[in-house]
């Protein structure tokens, strides 16, 4: 069914005289170029000057569209003070599935705040950091926050989390410690966690360090089949005594994150990588079919002269190190994400990071290949953009960003579906800076914070889901969803209750009727 959308552009005038007359006219893409429909042109009369301020006006279209997907528009200005170079206006519209909901507001403890949130089967988490302690606060479908777990007594900053493909999440982070001797050491642990708080399997990776000889940043996690990569930099001060200060990217790899058997461990995948942690941000890993795939930063200074943060790809096998195939794909760059799909039985790429900073900050995002055979990423203006956040919901993929709008910080969102060679970008989708963005079950769910520090989530609720009537699951989720309670659980112990209540009151009404039966054959006797 076609889907209308009202567009509403707004023109402001930085002149000090009034404009006037002026003519607007929206056109959209089609296969057959630019089309202009009726009710696509307007003439705003007037647009006051002003010698304090701005003058503006608003103007508003109908459009509407057949399917799913990204719909590319122009707006022309025509008439009176209307310079060449700020005639035109191109964007975007993202026609999606989903219908975003009004902000629900988290209340943390005085102190606490959101560094990240992940969705899982059940429900999700938000993770949150206080007094420098590592906790995950458990969420329900209905934004209920019934459990807070402590994941870390002494975190020291790092953390990095995955969804795995049974439902649970993956984790990373580093942590400080005392030896026997009395030294401060820091180290890597991993664990993974489900919607109810529950932590198994912590294990502690790579050597632990003394903060004067080394640390260990940027880390991210990938899996695939149940097979986990921890990809970070190890920043090597002391360099065996000759106090080099190298910085190498190592991985960590396990078959099992819940078996502390078979992992192993590759210090060695980029040498001599020149970045600090003042200047980088977390790597972005990915597994493909064979290779493990990676984003990462260092400095550069080729064609400018200058030194700049560079963003690069590199791809090589886990267990084969070091990897000889590295390009460079972005330029003063950070935040960079990867998600790494199959399509046609081969591996795509889907990538995204921050350009510039301030004013001139931009989205970058990459549909390619794993040689990086795309000549130029996508560009998308984005004024002080501070996170991308890829994500996979049903048959599409979302790119969600923030960046400074009109009236403060927004979250945009994004959509690259199948087999498209681009991720188009646009709708604005709520206020705040993005902290994270899941799935529960086939709705989405976006956490984000307030320049007041308020966290707050909205729903993505799928417009028309398809129901599976097959699925053995279908009538009991039909059961449980009208009922009252913030988790499955509770949900299944009322639905228990309610059931033992009938059948009690079943079982009265058949032993009333029954005596009323033989009462009423005694009379019939006594006749």
Not at 311 to 317: M, P, R, S, T
Not at 325 to 331: C, K, M, P, R
Not at 457 to 465: C, E, H, S
Request: charged letters at 20%; proline letters at 3%.
């Amino acid at each position: 069914n076609p889907v209308s959308y009202k567009i509403n552009v707004r023109v402001d005038n930085l002149g000090q005289t009034d404009a006037t007359s002026i003519i607007m006219t929206l056109y959209t893409w089609e296969e057959t170029g630019w089309q202009t429909y009726s009710g696509d042109r307007q003439i705003i009369a007037v647009i006051g000057g002003s010698t304090s301020g701005t003058g503006h006006s608003k103007a508003s279209f109908t459009h509407s569209a057949q399917e799913s997907g990204t719909i590319q528009h122009r707006v022309i200005l025509e008439g009176d003070g209307v310079s060449v170079e700020h005639s035109e206006l191109r964007f975007n519209v993202i026609v999606d599935g989903f219908e975003v909901s009004s902000p629900t507001r988290l209340t943390l403890s005085e102190g606490e705040a959101a560094i990240s949130f992940v969705g899982i089967d059940g429900g999700g988490l938000l993770f949150t950091t206080i007094g420098g302690e590592l906790h995950a606060r458990t969420l329900t479908p209905t934004f209920g926050m019934p459990g807070d777990t402590l994941i870390e007594s002494d975190w020291t900053g790092e953390f990095a989390f995955i969804v795995r493909e049974d439902g649970r999440a993956q984790i990373a982070w580093t942590r400080r410690f005392q030896d026997g001797t009395g030294y401060t050491l820091y180290e890597v642990r991993t664990a993974s966690i489900g919607a109810s708080g529950d932590l198994m399997n912590v294990m502690s990776h790579m050597t632990p360090v003394k903060q004067s000889e080394g640390e260990y940043w940027g880390l991210d996690l990938a899996e695939k089949d149940g097979r986990i990569v921890l990809a970070g930099y190890h920043r090597d001060i002391s360099t065996g005594g000759s106090w080099l200060d190298v910085t190498n990217i190592f991985l960590i790899v396990g078959e099992d994150g819940d078996s502390s058997q078979g992992w192993f461990t590759r210090n060695n995948v980029i040498t001599d990588v020149d970045i600090n942690p003042q200047f980088g941000n977390s790597i972005a890993v990915g597994i493909g079919k064979k290779y493990v795939h990676i984003l990462y930063q260092a400095m550069r200074d080729d064609v400018t002269g200058q030194d700049r943060v560079g963003l690069f790809y590199a791809h090589g096998e886990a267990h084969i190190t070091p990897w000889s195939f590295q390009s460079a794909v972005g330029d003063n760059a950070a935040m960079p994400e990867l998600m790494v799909i199959e399509e046609n039985d081969k591996d795509v790429l889907i990538a995204g990071w921050v350009e510039q900073t301030g004013r001139s900050a931009t989205i970058n995002t990459a549909v390619t290949d794993s040689i990086w055979s795309l000549d130029n990423p996508t560009i998308t203006s984005a004024p002080g953009a501070t996170k991308v956040v890829i994500l996979k919901i049903g048959d599409g993929i979302r790119v969600l960003h923030d960046e400074i709008g009109i009236y403060g910080p927004v979250v945009r969102y994004g959509l690259r579906l199948a087999n498209e060679p681009v991720v188009g970008h646009s709708n604005l989708v709520g206020e705040g800076y993005i902290v994270g963005a899941g799935d529960i079950g086939k709705d989405g769910i976006i956490a984000s914070i307030s320049p007041s520090g308020e966290v707050n989530v909205r729903k993505m609720a799928l417009i028309n889901p398809v129901v599976d009537v097959d699925d053995g699951n279908f009538i009991l989720d039909m059961l449980l969803e009208p009922l009252p309670g913030e988790t499955e659980e509770q949900k299944m112990m009322i639905l228990v209750g309610i059931t033992i209540g009938l059948f009690t009151l079943l079982a009265c009404v058949v032993i009333v009727l029954r005596k009323t039966h033989e009462e009423e054959l005694e009379l019939e006797v006594s006749t």
